[in-house]
């Protein structure tokens, strides 16, 4: 897989979430907890990203798209993106994962946009918003 990340907008984000395959992946750190967060995305801080990426793996079996954000998208989302990738691509594990994605703005974007933010303490969200 390639080191280059593509960005998806928060529109098409919006369209894709209701598909099955797809993850949604906050690396923000403690803002998560009093900003809200996009219905359904799980957690994997920065700050720990690195030690928890097995983790990751196994909670996103059987999803072929994986959308990074962070509160910009600018510097965590992507680095965090880029690591995952090059994990996948060390150990050659058989994931089924298609495409990792960055979301262009981040969660402050997508708040700014006025699309829906989940405020739910659920670890992990279970938030299906329509
Ligand atoms: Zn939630």
């Known amino acids: 897989m390639a080191q280059t990340i593509s960005y998806i907008t928060g529109a098409q984000l919006l369209s894709l979430r209701r598909r099955p395959n797809i993850a949604i992946i906050d690396v923000r750190d403690e ?8 219905a359904g995305s799980l957690h994997y801080a920065s700050d720990t990203f690195s030690d928890k990426i097995s983790d990751l793996i196994q909670d996103v079996k059987g999803k072929d798209t994986l959308v990074f954000h962070c509160a910009l998208s600018q510097v965590r989302g992507p680095t965090c993106a880029r690591k995952f990738a090059s994990h996948l691509e060390e150990t050659k594990e058989d994931t089924g994962i298609k495409s990792v994605l960055v979301l262009e703005r981040g969660f402050n974007g ?6 829906p933010v989940c405020r739910c303490t659920d670890v992990p969200c279970k938030g299906k918003t329509t």
């Open 110 to 115: 997508w708040e700014a946009s006025g699309r």
């Open 31 to 38: 803002e998560r907890s009093y900003d809200g967060h996009i």
